[in-house]
């Protein structure tokens, strides 16, 4: 498949058929994950692939018992009613995929971030000139992997919601530090076609300087 026909055609998938992934299809697909760009090439991913259905109902579990939690916290009704329509969807969806795939980063610690801590700069004026490099490097390698997939024919779904109880779910997973969970990826063969949502013109985010 051509990059921009993937590019153009990928879709957030929230619903999948009852069909297994391949092995060998997951092996090409986090394959194709690891070439992405990281800073320094320090590679800062893991992909945990879970096709275990204990697993996964205990990882949804844990989402849902976090987002009750947080749902005791707001004082919003408003608020509420979205945690409680997240946790029956949006948060959990993954649970009905042949396939979780979990994304680890670990920290990436620069010299210069190392330079700017010794000089007193806070956390935030840090993140300001140093934003998460090692983050931005598995995002590089989570949107090779949604293509990948894409061009495979089945259909993901980007989810940071669940990490919401990312305590448990390095429990249940037994991952070790200082790698920790940042994504869940849900992979099947899709069971809708949902239309392409609309992005913004090119006009309103790009700039040219000359």
């Not at 749902?71 to 396939?99: G, H, R």
């Not at 990948?148 to 779910?169: F, K, N, Q, R």
Request: proline share 8%.
């Amino acid at each position: 498949m051509d990059i921009f026909d993937a590019i153009k055609g990928r879709r957030s998938i929230r619903k999948f058929k009852n069909t297994p992934v391949k092995d060998s299809d997951i092996i090409n697909i986090i394959d194709a994950a690891r070439k992405a760009p990281s800073p320094g090439n320090s590679q800062p991913w893991h992909f945990i692939a879970v096709k275990n259905k204990t697993l996964i109902k205990k990882m949804a579990e844990s989402v849902r018992t976090a987002t009750d939690q947080l749902i005791q916290w707001s004082k919003d009704e408003k608020t509420k009613k979205k945690l409680e329509n997240y946790k029956k969807s949006y948060y959990t969806l993954f649970e009905n995929a042949p396939v979780t795939i979990v994304v680890l980063t670990e920290p990436y610690i620069s010299d210069t971030e190392i330079i700017l801590k010794e000089q007193g700069f806070n956390l935030e004026e840090i993140l300001l000139r140093r934003p998460l490099p090692g983050l931005q490097g598995a995002s590089a390698a989570i949107q090779n992997l949604i293509l990948a997939a894409h061009a495979h024919g089945y259909g993901t779904c980007w989810m940071t919601g669940p990490i919401i109880a990312v305590h448990e779910i390095i429990k249940i997973l037994n991952i070790n530090p200082p790698k920790y969970p940042v994504a869940f990826i849900p992979i099947g063969i899709p069971d809708e076609s949902p239309a392409e949502r609309p992005r913004n013109g090119i006009e309103e985010i790009m700039t040219i300087i000359e």
